[in-house]
């Protein structure tokens, strides 16, 4: 009996797909999606084969061509909104307008298998759909070495199961009405709503779950970066059976004359059923991912899932929300849902993770409010703008209340998260002053890490005259030493600040000092107290400046150093003889990976000199070379003292020559049980705060990987935070540039004509009958 009713199934599929493929309808979509995805498909592989035979080794071919914004996946899901509406209106509204519908009623077949034949059929004509892509992904897999073949199959496994669910509407709809162009404008109106409902109602906390689960929207986009996550999967089949559970209501509704409530009825209770079911299948801990991709590109990292496998018991990241600071945008409750996703990879390995949320006003950083409200207090502020989030005034603390909670002025009143362990320790995880604002990987796993270590100390030497942490004017180091709001900034990076004087003997949860640019020289004393930090194996980042050397050199002069007498200079046409751009040596790269974004960069070193460093290995030193001047035309500069209105002129009388100088060093020597870990840079003000800012035309630098690869060796590795994949494997195409000619025909003229031949032959063969 069983085995009736499935053939019955298959028979009305068989009949249905029939009708369709007798159709030019059904071609003509098929024909257009071939057109649409070949000239998208042609476009971004022909732009990679291009760089390619220009030289360029462009790295995640499978990702930039399947998966980027523009790739074809990204591409070919807006037509499949437009495609299904046409071709599913006719499901249903066929047999209803022709009354062929009470054929199929006296026939020995049921609701049920109606309506999943009906399905069935669409099914197999989407796999039509899929059968094209895989065209591509053949043609992709034959060209490009190493092709990462689970993230193609992960983004055609989204799509299929994103027209599945569009068919199954599609058929709900055409059960509705006789009339086909209803039952297609129905459908692009539901997935129109399902579109937008994400957005709806999020201000509302027990109804932005729901809606947010309704929506459809973006819900094929995980699947196209190769993640496979249970939550997706289970929605399209929760919507898919839901719409088709409708459709079946709908028939009984029809063939037993059902009364309007009952019918009714029954469609609610699929709604709330559905419903629950959602519900239950996207809260974190019932949730599951398969990373598809062949580096893992949407897992964490290996060191981060380490650090949160060391997190044990719960953890709860509570966001502070100032509705008077410009940033109250990204959490205000109809953003909830959309902030959950920044640490969506995090609940993947620690699901108890709990996420709060408090509103409060304050005085805060917003200009706009200022000019909006120049005369009104801060209470004023917030009740004028509370009704315009749809939020009551009674939801945001006083400042007092706040005071007794936590103290957020060191935070500026701003957007800020505070992590808190179950046993207590806590950490803050800020948003940054950068167009991307939120923090990366590396930012986040770094304050996860805070909470199950003690992280690195930088101590920075103050009392002669040194650049201080401090100081926000041009030549300070305020930037990357404490600020806040800077993502590279030491604290944000993983490692704790603190001043440092050597009036006493260096506190022994110091872990690296910093000494730039002093002005005296240290006393005995002072000078014994750092002898017997460097005793201890102690770390040190060193940077001198021009007229500096009587009093920096007394310091590097025992690591087998010298700071070089006058400065660097080299002959320019748009820039003062004594600015020097920097280069990094390869042997850096090894040393920390930081070093690395420096590769084919410049190292601007304002007012340089040169460093000396031959009797360094006498003092038990490895010395790697971080950095050099550019060119042989530098030269050692020690007679001009006005840079600005004096010409600069080699004289090898006094010792001056042209050659390559040494502008940063690294020594490494063992002391103590321990590797002791030395930098010493001939400029201070390449990590300065203007340096940071200023912008070059035709130099292309990042100073901020000075900063990061230096720490990162100073400190062993434990900060910042090394959030490195493997590099990608898919970096080569065997196709030229004549050779993509002839796939272009190929994609864009025979592929689509030689089905719309197949489609054509087929219609005239049926007209023949």
């Known amino acids: 009996m069983k085995r009736n009713k499935w053939r019955m199934i298959f028979d009305i599929a068989r009949t249905e797909l029939q009708t369709l493929f007798f159709s030019p309808i059904a071609w003509l979509t098929l024909v257009i999606f071939v057109v649409q995805a070949s000239m998208t498909f042609s476009g971004v592989f022909g732009t990679y084969v291009e760089r390619f035979n220009l030289g360029y080794r462009p790295v995640n071919l499978t990702q930039g061509i399947f998966s980027s914004y523009r790739g074809l996946y990204n591409a070919i899901l807006p037509y499949l909104f437009y495609y299904f509406p046409l071709l599913t209106m006719s499901l249903m509204s066929r047999e209803l307008s022709s009354g062929s519908i009470k054929l199929l009623y006296s026939s020995p077949v049921n609701n049920i298998q109606i309506i999943f034949g009906k399905f069935l059929s669409m099914m197999i004509y989407a796999l039509a759909f899929i059968g094209i892509l895989f065209v591509f992904i053949i043609f992709g897999a034959c060209t490009i070495e190493n092709f990462d073949i689970g993230l193609a199959l992960a983004g055609v496994l989204g799509i299929y199961l994103l027209i599945c669910s569009y068919a199954a509407i599609g058929l709900f709809m055409s059960s509705l009405t006789s009339y086909q162009i209803i039952a297609a404008l129905g459908t692009l109106s539901i997935l129109f709503v399902l579109n937008m409902v994400g957005g709806l109602w999020q201000d509302v906390e027990w109804v932005r779950d729901i809606t947010w689960w309704l929506s459809i929207s973006g819900r094929a986009n995980e699947f196209i970066s190769g993640l ?429 020559k042209e050659d390559i100088y040494a502008t940063g060093i690294a020594l490494a020597r063992e002391m103590n049980g321990r590797e002791q870990r030395i930098i010493i840079l001939g400029d201070a003000d390449c990590i300065s705060n203007a340096e940071h800012s200023i912008k070059r035309k035709g130099i292309p630098a990042y100073n901020y990987a000075v900063i990061t690869g230096s720490f990162f060796w100073l400190s062993d590795g434990v900060a910042p935070f090394d959030v490195r994949r493997p590099k990608a494997v898919d970096n080569k195409v065997s196709v030229g540039m004549e050779g993509m000619g002839i796939v272009k025909i190929a994609f864009l003229w025979i592929f689509p004509i030689l089905l719309l031949g197949i489609g054509i032959l087929i219609w005239i063969r049926r007209k023949g009958r």
Not at 540 to 557: K, S, W, Y
Request: proline share 6%; with cysteine.
């Open 228 to 656: 496979i996550c249970s939550e997706d999967v289970l929605y399209f089949v929760f919507v898919t059976g839901l719409f088709l559970s409708l459709s079946i209501l709908r028939l009984n509704a029809i063939r037993q004359k059902k009364s309007w409530r009952k019918a009714w009825s029954g469609y609610v209770l699929a709604f709330l059923f559905t419903f629950a079911l959602g519900y239950i299948t996207s809260r974190p801990k019932v949730m599951f991912f398969y990373d598809a991709t062949y580096l893992k590109v949407n897992t964490l990292t290996p060191n981060s899932q380490k650090i949160v496998e060391q997190m044990k018991g719960g953890l709860t990241i509570t966001t502070y929300v100032n509705i008077l600071d410009d940033l109250f945008y990204l959490g205000q409750p109809s953003s909830v849902n959309a902030d959950f996703q920044n640490f969506k990879k995090y609940w993947r390995f620690k699901p108890e993770i709990k996420m709060k949320y408090v509103y409060y006003y304050d005085r805060g950083y917003s200009p706009s409010l200022d000019r909006l409200f120049p005369n009104l207090t801060d209470r004023e502020r917030m009740l004028e703008l509370a009704p315009r989030y749809n939020m009551d005034s009674t939801d945001f603390k006083t400042p007092e209340e706040m005071k007794q909670i936590i103290d957020l002025s060191g935070e500026y009143n701003r957007f800020v998260r505070v992590l808190e362990r179950e046993s207590g320790e806590k950490t803050f995880l800020r948003v940054f002053n950068d167009p991307l604002l939120m923090p990366f990987e590396s930012e986040i796993s770094v304050a996860f890490k805070r909470l199950v270590m003690d992280m690195p100390w930088v101590g920075f030497v103050t009392g002669h005259g040194e650049r201080d942490m401090d100081q926000i004017g041009d030549r300070g180091y305020n930037l990357f030493a404490q600020n806040k709001l800077f993502r590279h900034s030491l604290p944000n990076q993983g490692f704790d600040v603190t001043k440092v004087t050597l009036d006493k003997d260096i506190s022994d949860n110091i872990n690296i000092i910093v000494i730039a640019d002093m002005h005296s020289p240290l006393s005995e004393t002072e000078m014994r107290h750092l002898k017997n930090y460097i005793a201890r194996g102690g770390n040190l980042f060193i940077a001198g400046e021009p007229t500096r050397q009587d009093a920096m050199n007394p310091i590097v002069e025992q690591f087998g150093v010298t700071f070089m007498p006058g400065r660097l200079v080299k002959e320019s046409e748009h820039y003062d003889p004594d600015m020097i751009f920097s280069l990094p040596r390869p042997a850096p790269w090894k040393l920390s990976y930081p070093f690395g974004y420096l590769f084919r960069r410049f190292i601007p070193m304002p007012t340089c000199v040169g460093l000396d460093y031959s009797l360094a290995p006498e003092k038990g030193f490895e010395v790697t070379t971080l950095f050099t001047s550019d060119t042989l035309k530098t030269w050692n500069e020690v007679e001009t003292i006005n840079f600005i209105d004096e010409p600069v002129v080699l004289n090898p009388a006094v010792g001056e």
